[in-house]
């Protein structure tokens, strides 16, 4: 029986020929990746050290990313000073891949990270965020892990006991239906497998509609196959996956392609052909509540977001650029576009979408997570409905228990602000 | 033994255990507060009265889905309750047995607010409605963090014996 990418990658990060699902290994770290909550991570990392006269140093900081973007700039003194603390933890151990609040270098941590270059293929990969997932756009073994295991990574600079996960193949085939795309395959797929259906295993991404897929798609998948409960998505990395670190990472050294074995062992095999998907929604209060975008278009909506890791990249600005240019946001409804990064920000500054945005009446703020999390900015009152490009909409995701959060892409998005309804986009947008 | 005092269904998220909005809070000692936050009665009662070491909280499948925030397992410990769930989301299961948070998986469990469990070794005992249900074991590589004391101690011993070596 051959291996799937996963385990590829686990061999090699274990100095093993073979691994196979179910063993329990403890792999080498390429890349360790927090945001804010290195807060918690240097508290416990310092306890380790505790009594042990040893100094608590790092096991390699050029292999530790910190960015700054859930709360960025700091909303409280307590953000304000844990993100002090971290400053000047990074210039003593000599971190370098720090991306701090400045719009040279900042924005979302599952942005940054592909597009500065620190994600190759083949790496293993851990954040302190679920959504580390993403990451496995570019054929990396890229998952989330709790703010104590990092304290624990950063020490040892290996994962302990990681049980190889068994790995669900989801082959795609077929062309998009109009105003359909990445963000609509991935809710089609969460609605079919339930929000614990890839619970402790792998979805790996194959098909014609993959291959011809941008990597700016690719990540939306893998971002949301924790929506499933998967331990990480993956794409095998390919062409599509070399453009990218070359022309947008400016990566120059060698790139490691890992493709999984004919036979690989699948625990189980999900066959799609995108003519069967519309437009989708994820209804409150599970991302798994998934319809047709045409089967709940008489709910009003006070407040749409555009943005977060999932959708805020320059495609997805660009879609509701085109759809608002020359129009208006509904009167009593309230649009919010977080941009994925600074870099994005500028280039659609470039392309003029930032002011079609404005124009039609949209609030576009600073690059970061924003309302995503509901701590910082973009709170709902109570009773109100909110339709986001985000990834999640559990009960009180936006900050207010009171209120709702519907999860769609961002064509239905900048259609519905339109209208102030949930809308199915109209013919010819895309 | 002890009482049941939280029941809750399926696909209990980390917001529902500990909403985002206080994440800026972060160590142990005061994540406790904010326990189910807006399960308003389940909190106030956490804080006023608290409960007897022991205590069960049990719910259906996919218990602790969602982010990876450390604090929606430190909250529960703060209160020495024990999770029971017909499943685990996985950095939730990783999380509390790195902190030493209690996760029984059992997978057949039925049980309402106020009854009483009791662990017997593989088995969990409903007392009041005298059944029983199988419970889970734990992975040896998960068992070694629980019997080191929580993943601060067993990553100190694994780098003193690395400094050693
Ligand atoms: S945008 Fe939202 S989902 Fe993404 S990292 Fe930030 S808080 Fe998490």
Redesign the pocket.
């Known amino acids: 029986m051959g291996m799937t990418v996963v385990e590829k990658i686990l061999a090699r990060a274990t100095g093993q020929e073979k691994v196979k699902a179910g063993d329990v290994l403890e792999p080498k770290v390429d890349l360790a990746m927090s945001?804010e909550n290195a807060a918690l991570v240097i508290n416990q990392f310092k306890e380790i050290y505790k009594g042990t006269n040893l100094k608590a140093n790092v096991w390699d900081p050029s292999k530790i990313a910190i960015i700054f973007?859930?709360r960025v700039p700091a909303e409280s003194a307590k953000t304000a000073t844990n993100q002090k603390k971290i400053r000047e933890f990074v210039a003593e151990q000599g971190i370098d891949k720090f991306h701090d609040i400045r719009a040279d270098e900042g924005g979302?941590?599952?942005q940054v990270l592909p597009e500065s270059g620190y994600v190759r293929p083949g790496a293993v990969i851990v954040g302190t965020?679920?959504?580390t997932t993403t990451h496995g756009a570019m054929g990396a073994f890229s998952f989330g892990i709790g703010a104590t295991e990092m304290a624990s990574v950063w020490t040892l600079g290996t994962v302990l006991n990681v049980e190889v996960p068994k790995t669900i193949k989801v082959i795609v085939n077929g062309k998009f239906n109009e105003n359909v795309g990445p963000k609509d395959l991935i809710l089609y797929i969460i609605g079919k497998l339930t929000a614990q259906g890839a619970n402790f295993k792998v979805i790996e991404f194959h098909g014609e509609t993959i291959k011809n897929m941008s990597l700016s798609g690719r990540l939306v998948l893998c971002?949301m196959s924790v929506e499933a409960g998967a331990t990480s998505g993956i794409v095998p990395a390919d062409k599509e996956t070399e453009r990218y670190l070359r022309e947008v990472a400016g990566v120059t050294d060698e790139i490691n392609f890992v493709a999984p074995d004919e036979d690989a062992d699948y625990v189980q095999v999900m066959e799609i052909n995108t003519a069967v998907i519309q437009p989708q929604v994820a209804c409150p209060n599970t991302v798994d509540n998934v319809k047709q975008v045409s089967t709940v278009t008489d709910k009003k909506i006070n407040q749409i977001v555009i943005?977060?890791?999932?959708n805020?990249r320059l495609d997805d600005l660009k879609t509701a650029a085109d759809i608002l240019r020359d129009k208006k946001i509904s009167k009593g409804v309230r649009m919010l576009v977080?941009p994925?990064s600074w870099r994005i920000y500028k280039e659609a500054l470039n392309e003029g979408y930032v002011s079609d945005l404005i124009n039609a009446g949209a609030v576009v703020m600073n690059p970061?997570?924003?309302c995503?999390?509901g701590v910082h900015q973009g709170a709902l009152g109570d009773g109100e409905v909110s339709l986001s490009t985000?990834?999640?909409n559990f009960k009180g995701r936006m900050g207010n228990p009171n209120a709702e959060v519907y999860l769609c892409s961002p064509a239905v998005a900048a259609s519905s602000a339109i209208t102030g309804y949930i809308t199915v986009p109209e013919k010819g947008n895309n | 033994m002890g009482k049941v005092v939280l029941k809750l269904g399926n696909d209990i998220s980390t917001d529902a255990i500990y909403p985002?909005r206080f994440m800026a809070t972060v160590l142990p000692t005061e994540t406790p507060q904010y326990c189910f936050a807006d399960y308003t009665g389940f909190n106030t009662k956490a804080r006023t009265e608290g409960f007897p070491p022991g205590s069960f909280i049990v719910a259906d499948d996919n218990f602790g889905c969602g982010?990876s925030r450390e604090q929606a397992a430190s909250t529960i410990k703060g209160y020495e309750l024990k999770v029971v769930a017909k499943g685990f989301a996985r950095i939730f299961l990783q999380n509390a047995i790195n902190l030493g948070l209690h996760c029984i998986e059992c997978p057949k469990i039925e049980a309402s607010e106020g009854d009483e469990l009791e662990l017997k070794g593989t088995k969990l005992l409903n007392k009041t409605t005298g059944k029983e249900f199988d419970v889970l074991p734990m992975p040896a590589a998960r068992q070694a963090i629980i019997d080191a004391d929580g993943l601060i101690a067993y990553t100190r011993k694994r780098l003193l014996e690395k400094q050693k070596a």
């Open positions: 945001h973007d859930h979302i941590c599952h965020d679920s959504h971002n943005g977060s890791c999932t805020g977080f994925a970061g997570c924003g995503c999390l985000t990834n999640r | 985002g982010s």
